[in-house]
């Protein structure tokens, strides 16, 4: 069974910078496409970042040059480095394992919370 | 990248049918089979519903159907049951190889 659990959420300063873990059973991080989509207190799903088997990146707009996505074939865990934080990155972020045929979010972890204070 | 315009709201008796649509553009959802839908219940993480425009995970109750017309893409749930009520999301792949979600529809079993 693929099992993602997210973690290193948490309360960061303004300007910030945080790094998420997505640690992952059931598959190998570096064989797949995977994915991190953040939602904002009562608000959408909005996607941020995917990496394709460990080597190919893409990021939204909104992120592209702040965030940096990354995988650890030896810890089978990717990751999601968060710099100069904003109070709009405030959201529940969520890994996702992706299909590797088409566009689709096929696997979610239960999220890890990031607060941007001022 | 603009979200996929979804309604707000949708809302329908037990029983009934219902349809969800979601809009975006040529460099979206025009471009592509690569529609996807999202069911979401308050405070857990998202379920993939319909993959590939009108593809069901194994497991997706045959009462959720997908289709997709020029820039336009439908969820459409029959039968409708109370445990469908949640927020549902479309998402799509685009031509800057980047993906985009809809807006958000909150369905309402009356």
């Known amino acids: 069974e693929v099992q993602l659990v997210e973690s290193g959420g948490g309360l960061i300063q303004l300007g910030g910078s945080l790094r998420l873990s997505c640690a992952a059973s059931?598959?190998?991080?570096?064989?797949?496409?995977m994915s991190w989509v953040r939602q904002a207190p009562g608000r959408g799903l909005e996607w941020v970042s995917v990496?394709?088997?460990?080597?190919?990146?893409y990021y939204a707009d909104s992120v592209r040059g702040r965030f940096t996505i990354s995988s650890d074939k030896s810890k089978n865990t990717i990751y999601l480095q968060m710099n100069s934080l904003r109070a709009e990155d405030t959201a529940m972020y969520y890994c996702?394992?992706?299909?590797?045929?088409?566009?689709?979010?096929?696997?979610w972890g239960l999220g890890t919370l990031v607060m941007v204070s001022s | 990248q603009s979200a996929l315009t979804q309604p707000a709201s949708v809302s329908g008796s037990p029983g009934q049918s219902i349809t969800i649509s979601c809009t975006g553009t040529?460099?979206?959802?025009?471009?592509?089979?690569?529609v996807s839908w999202y069911q979401q219940h308050p405070g857990k993480a998202p379920k993939l519903m319909i993959y590939?425009?009108?593809d069901r995970p194994s497991g997706v109750s045959n009462r959720f159907s997908g289709s997709k017309s020029g820039n336009t893409a439908s969820l459409t749930i029959s039968g409708l049951q109370a445990e469908d009520e949640a927020d549902y999301y479309c998402?799509?792949?685009?031509?800057?190889?980047?993906?985009?979600f809809g807006t958000g529809t909150k369905v309402t079993v009356l």
């Open positions: 996702a394992r992706d299909s590797s045929r088409g566009w689709h979010h096929v696997t």
């Open positions: 059931g598959l190998t991080v570096n064989s797949e496409y």
């Open positions: 990496i394709y088997r460990g080597g190919n990146t």
């Open positions: 040529s460099s979206d959802i025009g471009n592509y089979n690569y």
């Open positions: 590939d425009v009108s």
């Open positions: 998402s799509s792949y685009t031509t800057s190889s980047t993906g985009v």
